[in-house]
């Protein structure tokens, strides 16, 4: 079956960038979202379609896609932002999958 | 204004069948292209894709869990609900579902509204 993987943590100081990857086959043929997950909440989707923001997401935050990865960037991390991020996307058959999760630790 | 909301037991005995509900409001399950899915996550664990089901009443599983799994929806009551049998203690978790738009035009295949979740233990 489809995987996505992430790394489990990325760790950064208030004010720099935290870039976050999401590696999967399927990557150059469907579209990717980042959900921001903080504990005892819902995630929420922080970017979609590989590179757009959602009304109401800071711009620190930004996407891109190379290939078979996807980037997750954090400019300016602020505390705020220490949360679970997850990326998501499809097969070909729709089938819908998830990746193990970044824990972002704010320095 | 979408709204989703999870209901169903909070615990469940080993090899029982789980049975979740999901009532939604602001938006039609019958509208084209739109969908609601299953999601859960284990404690302290990731997230975990379970089931879709459109508006046209096509389904998709969770590869590893489809034989366990049913989904199904009654636009009438605006619900959507789960079933899973011969549940585990590894099945312990909180169970969200969520809203996923009209893809037919955006290719849009996330969901952009989640409910709260609601929590199941599995024990005996």
């Known amino acids: 079956s489809y995987e996505l993987t992430q790394p489990p943590s990325v760790s950064v100081s208030p004010g720099q960038t935290a870039r976050i990857t999401c590696s999967g086959d399927?990557?150059?043929?469907?579209?990717t979202f980042w959900y921001q997950q903080k504990p005892g909440q819902a995630p929420v989707v922080v970017i979609y379609?590989?590179?757009e923001r959602p009304s109401g997401i800071p711009e620190r935050f930004s996407g891109s896609s190379s290939g078979t990865t996807v980037t997750l960037t954090i400019s300016g991390v602020q505390a705020e932002d220490e949360a679970d991020y997850y990326c998501?996307?499809?097969?070909?058959?729709?089938?819908?999958?998830f990746g193990g999760g970044t824990k972002l630790t704010v320095l | 204004q979408i709204t989703l909301k999870e209901s169903g037991p909070t615990l469940v005995k080993p090899t029982q069948t789980l049975t979740l509900t999901c009532t939604f409001s602001?938006?039609?399950?019958?509208?084209?292209?739109?969908?609601v899915a299953w999601i859960r996550q284990p404690p302290g664990k990731a997230l975990q894709w379970l089931a879709l089901?459109?508006?046209?009443?096509?389904?998709r599983y969770s590869p590893s869990l489809k034989t366990r799994l049913a989904i199904t929806k009654d636009t009438s009551k605006n619900q959507v609900v789960l079933t899973m049998t011969n549940m585990d203690p590894e099945d312990s978790a909180t169970y969200f579902c969520?809203?996923?738009?009209?893809?037919?035009?955006?290719?849009?295949?996330?969901?952009?509204?989640w409910g709260l979740g609601t929590l199941v233990i599995v024990s005996s």
């Open positions: 379609k590989d590179t």
């Open positions: 602001g938006f039609s399950l019958s509208t084209s292209g739109v969908s």
């Open positions: 089901i459109y508006w046209d009443d096509d389904k």
């Open positions: 969520a809203h996923r738009r009209n893809y037919l035009d955006t290719g849009y295949r996330g969901f952009d509204y």
């Open positions: 399927e990557m150059p043929k469907q579209y």
């Open positions: 998501q996307s499809v097969d070909s058959s729709d089938t819908s999958v």
